[in-house]
């Protein structure tokens, strides 16, 4: 089992930055990917970018260009950089871990952009 831990939201004006962490602790050698995921008010969770264990990274259309995910083994981290924040990218942030066929999610951190 993997706990996961996110921090690093606020409230932040449009075109600005803000750095999200996630803690990862538990049979973390079991990991197989690592992403963000968002969730809007009244929408679905979406993808927002994930990492494999090979370092290998995807990102949704909306924050290609914008975002970065990183990771730092040592640590048991996972980050992403967000740049030039936009009031659409409004949500709460959650943290994933995939490990085989199942999944784990942070609590959720809420980032809110403003014009």
């Known amino acids: 089992q993997v706990q996961l831990v996110e921090s690093g939201g606020g409230l932040v004006q449009a075109g600005g930055s803000l750095r999200l962490s996630c803690a990862a602790s538990?049979?973390?050698?079991?990991?197989?990917?690592m992403g963000w995921y968002r969730q809007a008010p009244g929408e679905q969770r979406k993808l927002v970018a994930y990492i494999t264990s090979g370092d290998s990274t995807n990102y949704a259309d909306s924050v290609k260009g914008r975002f970065t995910i990183s990771r730092d083994n040592a640590k048991k981290m996972v980050y992403l950089q967000m740049n030039s924040l936009k009031p659409e990218d409004t949500a709460v942030y959650y943290c994933n871990a995939q490990i085989g066929p199942l999944n784990s999610w942070g609590q959720g951190t809420q980032v809110t952009v403003s014009s």
């Open positions: 538990g049979n973390i050698f079991s990991i197989n990917a």
